[in-house]
């Protein structure tokens, strides 16, 4: 695993959580920074860039990874423009999935901070796992993910606020987690979604902020794999957006566009299943994470013996660590004591394009995907961010 020529590593480098310089959660503050929120950090260095623009919109287009750009171009000639001109890396975080981005980008704090760290995770002093893209008010979304939202600051800010995604998303448990303080407008589709981000843009004199999200390259990727046909289409269909809102900005204006991880195509061959290996059933008594993130609750005292199971079966495909050694790394940023019993006792990180199935006790769908994320190699961590303005 290493680097090719200059800074941009391989895809499958494995990075560590100072990689880089922009992050994610960094790209909410600096917008409000240039919008002119009191107390608004910019970490991107957008303001001096920006000046004069008083209405921004944010699109994450699922799945776009950084390293998916080239790949997309062929058929997304919008896209791949924008990609040779304004277009820099940014890190998404760790785990590499969709509900820990959404949430990084809304809040614009590390994973340990807001708490959604996984796209399944335990319930502290129960035996249930979360699915946070199937969350509705259980737990409560305010006390799960207690710091405020960009969105929420921006409007005590007197900045009009908007969040276009999917009709079903209005009002979940992910949704209030990542975005409350946001009107929400709901759009399925990129016509859709570039009507309702636009026309929300237009809406007002005065400063506003509009956060777009679009899931279809993700979802073709998952099923299909990155750079099948159908995933071509979903690139097409994506430009398509693209070039409808970069048509459609209003002078004053900026669309910034990033995404909250990339894919990998995970061979047959490189599938471990832990539902039908009993070396890697003994002694665990809940796995939540995913397939390339695994989180083992393990059974009073067998820590230890898990670890070790684990780490003799998978060998040099994954790394097997205890909780604190992860934490330390400092992946997640600081963690608090309520949120540790998020993460399991031990957590499984795969390497290359290596996953841990569980085929009998998650969605049926889950074992027979193509393409994964979650880990922390380059082509899952790293996103673009285009930075357009009207």
């Given at each position: ?50 000046a004069?623009?008083?209405?921004i ?20 000639p ?94 979940s ?24 981000m ?13 956060s777009?999200y ?23 269909e ?42 890697l ?8 994470g995913?397939?390339?993130v ?65 085929s ?31």
């Amino acid at each position: 695993m290493t680097a090719v020529a200059g800074d941009v590593p391989a895809p499958l480098a494995i990075l560590g959580p100072q990689h880089g310089g922009g992050r994610l959660a960094d790209v909410l503050p600096s917008a409000l920074a240039v919008l002119g929120v009191p107390g608004s950090a910019d970490p991107l260095g957008l303001v001096p860039a920006l000046a004069g623009v008083r209405r921004i919109a944010v699109l994450l287009v699922d799945g776009l990874g950084w390293y998916q750009l080239p790949t997309a171009a062929p058929y997304a000639p919008t896209l791949a423009g924008l990609a040779a001109t304004v277009a820099r890396p940014l890190i998404a975080g760790f785990p590499s999935t969709t509900p820990t981005s959404l949430v990084s980008l809304g809040t614009g704090v590390a994973p340990g901070a807001h708490g959604v760290l996984g796209f399944t995770v335990r319930v502290p002093g129960t035996d249930r796992v979360l699915t946070h893209t199937d969350w509705a008010a259980d737990p409560s979304p305010l006390q799960w993910q207690p710091v405020p939202t960009q969105l929420e600051r921006a409007r005590a800010a007197g900045v009009t606020t908007t969040v276009v995604s999917r009709p079903e998303f209005g009002g979940s448990g992910l949704t209030v987690a990542a975005n409350r303080g946001g009107d929400f407008r709901g759009a399925a589709g990129g016509d859709a979604v570039a009507d309702a981000m636009l026309a929300a843009l237009a809406t007002g004199p005065g400063p506003t902020l509009v956060s777009g999200y679009h899931a279809d390259l993700d979802r073709y990727g998952h099923v299909y794999g990155v750079d099948s046909e159908p995933w071509r289409v979903a690139a097409a269909e994506v430009d398509a957006l693209l070039a409808r809102l970069v048509d459609g900005l209003p002078p004053d204006a900026a669309l910034l566009v990033t995404a909250d991880h990339g894919q990998l195509d995970i061979p047959a061959a490189h599938r471990f299943d832990l539902d039908t290996d009993p070396r890697l059933r003994a002694g665990v008594r809940l796995v939540a994470g995913e397939a390339r993130v695994r989180y083992l609750h393990t059974e009073p005292g067998a820590t230890e013996d898990v670890l070790a199971a684990w780490s003799a079966v998978l060998g040099a495909t994954a790394r097997v660590r205890t909780r604190d050694e992860v934490v330390a790394t400092g992946w997640f940023g600081p963690v608090p004591e309520e949120h540790l019993g998020r993460v399991g006792d031990v957590v499984v990180t795969c390497n290359d394009t290596y996953a841990v199935m569980a085929s009998r006790t998650e969605r049926p769908m889950a074992s027979k995907l193509v393409a994964y994320h979650g880990s922390d190699t380059a082509a899952e961590l790293t996103v673009p961010l285009l930075v357009v303005r009207g």
